[in-house]
């Protein structure tokens, strides 16, 4: 019977023991986190949410620590992402490489000038033994000796009609007068007064080296010597070039320089 009271009245110490305690035996009191600090997972307040573990099932990805309102950039390379935005302004074109209309690019071939309709080639009326005056004569397409002879047949009024075509080689130039010519029928009549012819010799002897020396300039380089270029005269028929009333001949291989009555 004092067993059964004295083991009564211990649990009873006991009892009344184990209300003056605020924590249950083995739990360990959890230390209070300081202010502004992070609650560590497990020991967060009531209503606090603890990290979420992403690598077991179930697991809350991290929370978007953006502000609100704050638009996160997208990833155009994601389905659904957004493409950067175009800052420029409503309405505005885009900046291109290529000029405007209108505006010439400082690299752009400037036009090509209009082609030129004609040219201008000087002929020599005289003689070697007087001179020669210079008459500048324009004239279209391209420069050929019966082009010249017909600009001094009529600038002079002459008549300097071809048998032939000019026939050009290595050797130089051969002329062939018509029978028709005013070197074998005489001056116009009237002539002209800038070059009117007093005799036959005077008329023959200007032909001739006018043809001579407008043919020679015409046909040598800048830096030739037209002297150089031979020119000889024949008559229809492959003939050599006579004048029975003068007393004068020139041979078919022989080039051309005027030569007197006496020098025969």
């Not at 009271?5 to 009892?15: D, E, I, S, V």
């Not at 000019?166 to 074998?184: D, H, I, Q, R, Y």
């Not at 009117?196 to 002897?205: F, I, K, P, S, V």
């Not at 080296?209 to 300039?217: A, C, E, P, R, V």
């Amino acid at each position: 019977m004092k067993k059964i009271l004295l083991a009564a009245g211990l649990m009873l110490c006991m009892t009344l023991a184990g209300c003056g305690m605020s924590t249950a035996p083995g739990e360990i009191p959890a230390a209070e986190p300081e202010s502004g600090g992070t609650a560590s997972a497990g020991t967060s307040e009531p209503g606090g949410t603890a990290p979420a573990d992403t690598s077991e099932p179930g697991g809350t990805a991290p929370a978007d620590t953006s502000e609100p309102g704050e638009t996160a950039p997208a990833d155009a390379s994601e389905p659904g992402g957004t493409a950067p935005v175009d800052t420029s302004e409503p309405g505005g074109a885009a900046p291109t490489d290529t000029p405007s209309a209108g505006d010439a690019s400082p690299e752009s071939p400037a036009e090509p000038d209009a082609p030129v309709e004609g040219q201008t080639v000087m002929l020599y009326i005289g003689t070697r033994a007087t001179g020669f005056d210079e008459y500048p004569y324009a004239y279209e397409g391209a420069l050929t000796p019966e082009l010249l002879i017909q600009g001094i047949a009529d600038l002079t009024g002459w008549n300097l009609t071809l048998a032939e075509t000019v026939a050009t080689g290595k050797g130089g130039m051969s002329v062939c007068l018509s029978g028709e010519s005013s070197l074998f029928t005489g001056p116009p009549d009237p002539q002209k007064e800038e070059f009117h012819m007093y005799d036959a010799g005077q008329l023959a002897e200007t032909i001739l080296d006018s043809i001579q020396k407008t043919l020679q300039m015409g046909f040598t380089g800048e830096l030739g010597n037209p002297d150089a270029l031979d020119i000889y005269y024949f008559m229809e028929g492959e003939l050599p070039l006579e004048l029975p009333d003068l007393g004068l001949s020139w041979p078919l291989e022989e080039p051309y320089h005027w030569k007197t009555p006496a020098a025969e």
